[in-house]
């Protein structure tokens, strides 16, 4: 019923030349029916859509301003990304939280601004080492959700995607086990049904962490768990082309 999506999440990586290279791979003998996403860092993504032309695979970007134009230096709209035609946005990933100081009240706001522009916004939420260890990994996740939901209201909700990233295992080699993945992935879709089943049904929940070609499928074959958010394996076509294949 739901589409798998799988998403690469380049971070700040990447040359002209190097994006060429990548893509050309990837798309050559790409055969997946999941919907498939690339996000560059923003001054990428036009050039990136040029060149992806007639292919099936997309371009999103990795983070966002909650405000629609002025006076803020270094930032992207949601308007902007409106305008080139971008439908998938990054919001909250723990990297943006952690490094830039975001937290759940600056997540909400884009998650607002992306969604009053009709854009898709790709929720990242997720649990450090510490709050598992303490036992706290719903807690933490489950405050993470209802922040946004809250602020965001049901008419808001058409059309999002939330990815669960346990931050203890970005790019660290290490992933949750499919037990621990679908245990965190059925809690998130429990809260979306306390808003609205049938957005819940429809809502895609994307594992991020350390996913590769190696531990795709176990992961993507879970009931609740709709496709990927994928980092380092993003930077590699084979494995990304993998892990595509990998979801159907
Ligand atoms: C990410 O940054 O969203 C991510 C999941 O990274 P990695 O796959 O490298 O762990």
Partial sequence: MRQPLVAGNWKMNGSLEENRKLLDKLVSGLNTKAEVLVCPPSVYAQGIREQL?????????????????????????????????????????????????????DVAAKFCALTDQGLVPILCVGETLEEREAGDTMKVVTAQVEAVLRTAGPERLANFVIAYEPVWAIGTGLTATPEQAQEVHAVIRGLLAEHDQAMADRTRILYGGSMKAANAADLIALPDVDGGLVGGASLIAEEFQAICHAAG
Avoid: C, W
């Fill in 53 to 105: 032309t007639g292919s099936a695979i997309k371009v999103g970007l990795q983070n966002v301003s909650d405000k629609a134009s002025g006076a803020y230096t270094g930032e992207v709209s949601p308007l902007m990304v409106k305008d080139l035609g971008i439908e998938y946005v990054v919001i909250g990933h723990s990297e943006r939280r952690s490094l830039f100081g975001e937290n759940d009240e």
